[in-house]
């Protein structure tokens, strides 16, 4: 596939409301999987460093954006990345309780 080209993404109408994708809810899971590969890959004998570091960062964003939603903390299912947000930690800091 060629730079030019656009990829279709269809999601479930559950998704969408008033026209609009739920952004946060998308961002948060999202970010919620990118905390569980960090720790997989931070729980390594020989962690791959730029790797790890670059989920650190990608999550990190993720972390930043959804300290804006109110609602965040409600929700079940995402619990590392309220630990974080609660804790006021940064990804990178709470990456080391698995190393």
Partial sequence: ?????????????????????????SLAFMTEETLTTISDLANRSRPPRRELARQIRIAQTGVTALKQDD?????????????????????????RKWR
């Fill in 1 to 25: 596939m060629n730079n030019n080209e656009r990829i279709e993404v269809s999601m479930s109408e559950s998704r969408i409301t008033e026209d609009k994708i739920d952004l946060y809810s």
């Fill in 71 to 95: 609602t965040l903390m409600k929700r079940q299912d995402i619990p590392w990345v309220q630990e974080v947000i609660s804790n006021d930690l940064d990804v990178d800091s709470w990456s």
